[in-house]
């Protein structure tokens, strides 16, 4: 679970499989949103998903929401070469302020 | 497409040294932020501005000071650099509407070294 992790996780997985990235929060979230950042250049938003929301999906990614459990998960489904990134999950309140997880580094094998 | 544009790329610099890197959104967002980034990838908030309004000030070390002229820049000083300032300085804006933040949107960021 990235927020309750020190160190960036990494995963290491072959093409075609499936992978689940997990987060948990302690403080009050209002939004969850998951990032990836490829080398070289910032994060940029795959998925965003709101407190009133279980699951969001978009293409092969698929993010849900616990709020009972405050955790999050993001799942890629058959992964591919091109999925080889670091991923993050953030948290937002009613605040500007957007907190980071230490994020997992994914590599897909061929 | 790029709409978050930080300069410079890189810069190397001496201990003790003065440094400011810049941030321009096109984006028409009203929040911008700075993170820093370590060689361990953790990505941790240093200051946040909404419409020119310094909203966010994480503990971070004096010598690092904000500066917004209007909502679409965002820049940041670093007055005697240290070694531990060595990281990639990441600029990010998002539409918060006064409510929570939305989407970041992120710039390519500026890696620091320290010698």
């Known amino acids: 679970s990235q927020w309750g992790e020190e160190n960036l996780q990494a995963l290491s997985i072959q093409e075609g499989e499936d992978v689940t990235m997990n987060c948990s929060y302690k403080?009050?979230?209002?939004?969850v949103h998951w990032y990836r950042q490829d080398s070289g250049r910032g994060p940029a938003l795959i998925i965003l998903?709101?407190?009133?929301?279980r699951e969001k999906r978009s293409g092969r990614l698929r993010a849900t929401l616990d709020t009972s459990s405050q955790s999050s998960s993001l799942s890629i489904t058959a992964a591919q070469c091109e999925d080889t990134a670091v991923y993050f999950c953030?948290?937002?309140?009613?605040?500007?302020?957007?907190?980071f997880g230490t994020g997992t580094r994914l590599q897909v094998l061929p | 497409e790029t709409a978050v544009f930080q300069t410079p790329n890189y810069h190397v610099t001496q201990v003790g040294n003065e440094v400011s890197f810049n941030c321009k959104q096109t984006?028409?967002?009203?929040?911008m932020y700075w993170y820093k980034q370590d060689s361990k990838k953790l990505l941790k908030i240093m200051f946040s501005?909404?419409?020119?309004?310094?909203?966010v000030n994480e503990t971070v070390p004096r010598r690092f000071s904000p500066q917004s002229s209007d909502k679409a820049h965002l820049n940041l000083r670093i007055k005697s650099v240290e070694p531990e300032d060595s990281a990639v300085y990441l600029c990010?804006?998002?539409?918060?509407?006064?409510?929570?933040?939305?989407?970041?949107?992120f710039g390519s960021g500026t890696r620091l070294t320290v010698l």
């Open positions: 953030a948290r937002s309140s009613n605040t500007n302020k957007v907190v």
């Open positions: 403080t009050y979230t209002t939004v």
């Open positions: 984006l028409g967002h009203d929040t």
């Open positions: 501005y909404n419409n020119k309004q310094l909203i």
């Open positions: 990010a804006s998002s539409y918060t509407g006064g409510t929570s933040a939305e989407t970041l949107y």
């Open positions: 998903i709101r407190s009133n929301e």
